[in-house]
């Protein structure tokens, strides 16, 4: 079962354009829900992250929108540049209610972004 | 260090053979994870450890894997009798404190693990 399903699987912007890439969740559990930048051969790293308390938070280029009754959200990168050409993950976690402490992450599929001069 | 490191960067093994990776977590931080990232997928959670013990486990696959943090800060994940669909990415995060959602997780590199 997927949890959090993420769209498109590659996105081709050209340089100073809008990217936009999409995640649906289904466990209305999940609380805490953080975008995640991977570059080839390292490791993610946080980007931005939002709670559902809030419909949308910006950090410089990036945007998170979140829409709590449709179980969406996602992220925008304006004025996009070639050094954004990464992989993005949408990811999702929850308070352990059953006690066991893991906050873990359940992640997307990833969006490779490619942006073009 | 700044980061979390993990070593070996890559690992080639046959199939059938014991492996260990190491994680050494941002200092000062009490909870880890291990996450596993097959080709073109998301990372997909293992184990968790808050200080030395293993707190959830559910996400190891089989009774192949397993995971110790005996002093509380490195960790080493040991796979047993690998098979060759164990051939990924491992990675480790460690975070503050699990002191509620939102606490960032803090990847590693990740070790490259490829099974022949």
């Known amino acids: 079962q997927q949890q959090v399903k993420q769209s498109p699987q590659s996105l081709i912007v050209q340089k100073g354009g809008i990217s936009i890439i999409n995640c649906a969740y289904e466990?209305?559990?999940?609380?805490?829900f953080p975008w995640y930048q991977q570059f080839p051969g390292k490791g993610p790293a946080l980007l931005i992250a939002?709670?559902?308390?809030?419909s949308e938070k910006k950090e410089g280029r990036f945007t998170i929108s979140f829409n709590k009754s449709a179980k969406q959200f996602s992220l925008h990168i304006m004025d996009s540049q070639p050094g954004d050409s990464a992989t993005y993950f949408c990811?999702?976690?929850?308070?352990?209610?059953?006690?066991?402490?893991?906050?873990?992450?359940?992640f997307g599929k990833g969006t490779k972004l490619s942006v073009i001069p | 260090g700044a980061g979390v490191s993990q070593t070996p960067s890559n690992k080639v093994t046959e199939k059938g053979k014991y492996v260990e990776l190491r994680c050494d977590p941002i200092s000062g931080h009490t909870a880890l994870y291990w996450y596993r990232q097959s080709l073109g997928q998301g990372p997909e959670f293992l184990i968790y450890f808050q200080g030395t013990g293993a707190a959830d486990d559910s996400g190891l696959p089989n009774d192949r894997f397993f995971a110790v943090r005996p002093e509380g800060s490195v960790s080493t994940l040991k796979i047993q009798r690998t098979e060759r669909g164990d051939s990924a990415v491992y990675l480790c995060?460690?975070?503050?404190?699990?002191?509620?959602?939102?606490?960032?997780?803090?990847f590693g590199p990740g070790t490259r693990l490829l099974v022949l």
């Open positions: 990811a999702a976690s929850m308070y352990p209610y059953s006690g066991a402490g893991s906050y873990q992450l359940t």
């Open positions: 939002i709670r559902p308390d809030v």
């Open positions: 466990n209305t559990a999940f609380d805490y």
């Open positions: 995060a460690s975070s503050l404190s699990p002191s509620g959602t939102g606490e960032t997780q803090y």
